[in-house]
């Protein structure tokens, strides 16, 4: 297969090994005003926009209830911005340790670049954050030719409009050459709904949940086991194709192109 284009998914895709950074924001920020929120509670709509994610949480009674006895206000309205404008703040904090870029990106990014294949991201996070963002994965060689973020659509994820806009920018002729590489299943509905070849990512993935150095500290039956249980979620959820780690996509599209060759 000719591939026309790449594109990727930011925390736990990309970057932030583990998606955490995003769940660390979001923790910390409602913790800081009296609410505590599990990892669970918060991953369960991590794919939304962050002002609809906080919407989601605060349909929770005792978590609108206590942030709002800290903000001193009772319009949901408001209460929402200011836990936005929060969070915003803490991610920021967070930024400069989480932007480092996983394990096979490099490889993965030289791979497309020698072989002219453009490739850009989509986010469902803050906008603000990208500007950010892309400066600190610059200088790791990560230089996305297009951005594009739930700002520039109005839809998150499983929505395909962050997708098709990317495809579009990126001058992709036909979708079913793209590959869009994710770590959610909403990634996977997503790129499926464009039209799109999507790629499930296991290592790193906030599917999965664990930082780098929880994951290396398990035991290989362990890690096995895991990685069977992300298959199965990933296949469920409509993946094209699934993998460790990007080092092991840049091998799969070697592989298909000496084969294409011959």
């Known amino acids: 297969m000719v591939i026309e284009a790449v594109i990727f998914d930011w925390e736990g895709t990309t970057i932030d090994y583990g998606g955490r950074a995003t769940l660390l924001a979001f923790q910390r920020t409602f913790a800081n005003f009296g609410v505590k929120l599990s990892e669970s509670a918060i991953r369960r709509d991590m794919g939304l926009a962050d002002l609809a994610h906080i919407y989601q949480l605060l349909k ?22 200011r836990i936005l404008a929060a969070i915003k703040r803490t991610r920021l904090a967070i930024l400069p340790t989480s932007a480092q870029l996983k394990p096979g990106v490099r490889e993965l990014i030289a791979y497309l ?22 400066p600190l994965v610059a200088a790791q060689g990560f230089r996305p030719h297009v951005n594009i973020t739930t700002k520039d659509v109005e839809a998150g994820r499983p929505d395909p409009a962050m997708n098709r806009l990317a495809m579009a920018q990126l001058g992709v002729q036909h979708p079913a050459r793209t590959i869009i590489l994710g770590d959610t299943l909403d990634d996977i509905r997503a790129a499926q709904a464009a039209g799109a070849n999507a790629v499930g990512v296991i290592e790193g993935a906030s599917l999965l949940g664990l930082a780098k150095d929880q994951w290396l500290a398990l035991t290989n039956q362990d890690r096995q086991q895991l990685r069977w249980k992300i298959r199965r979620e990933y296949a469920a959820a409509g993946a094209d194709l699934i993998v460790n780690n990007a080092r092991d996509l840049v091998r799969l599209m070697q592989s298909e192109a000496t084969m294409a060759a011959n």
């Not at 009674?61 to 209460?79: K, M, P, Q, Y």
């Open 60 to 81: 929770d009674a005792a978590v609108r209830d206590g942030a709002a006895a800290n903000f001193g206000t009772t319009s949901i309205d408001d209460l929402a911005v």
């Open 113 to 134: 670049e020698a072989n002219h294949i453009p490739y850009g991201t989509t986010s469902s996070g803050d906008p603000e954050l990208i500007v950010d963002l892309l």
